[in-house]
């Protein structure tokens, strides 16, 4: 009996070492926004962040785009926009995930961008799937804009390699009244206007 315990708890304690491990390697939240305030601080530039959902979702190699991401949207509120606050929005709670990140500054002068940090950042971007998006008006600030890659459409919502299944409109194919009907019963307030 002594012998049995004894072999259990050997197991235990070595997947407690491999879970660690695992941890270790893997970005955390936590190390994500300290990350973030800490660029902010040294820049002196006051960081509004707001992260919703898990990250744990992503791919290691998505997070740390997000993180750079950050770190170049602060460092150009601090070269070039004139402004003090920068506001980071890090949704991984939609598919695909999506960071914003705005200042209202002195915004960027019409006409092609192509060297620097934001171009850096798109090229990465573009090679892992991700589409990154800067809009700007001069005066007005800048928004960027990471978006992840298109998510499979999946039971489990991991992204398994299972097929999805083929999309339906529910009441694509009904009568008006049907559609009304499906309307009605939204949680959002009903609209008086029908598609037809």
Known sequence: MIEALEQVLAELRQLSRTLSDRDAVRPRLDDFRHSLNQDAKAAAVDLELRVIGQELVLPPAHLE???????????????????????????ASTCPFVFEARDWGAGMQPGPRVNGGIALLSDLARDIGCVLAISSQVGLGTQMTLTG???????DGHGSSRLPRALRSVVADESPSSRKRVALARPLRPSEEQIT
């Not at 950050?70 to 926009?81: D, F, L, P, T």
Request: proline content about 3%; some cysteine; aromatic content about 2%.
């Open 65 to 91: 785009l997000v993180r750079l991401a950050g770190r170049e949207a602060i460092r150009n509120v601090k070269r070039h926009s004139g402004s003090r606050l920068c506001r980071i929005t890090f949704d």
């Open 149 to 155: 890659p298109r998510c499979a459409l999946a039971g």
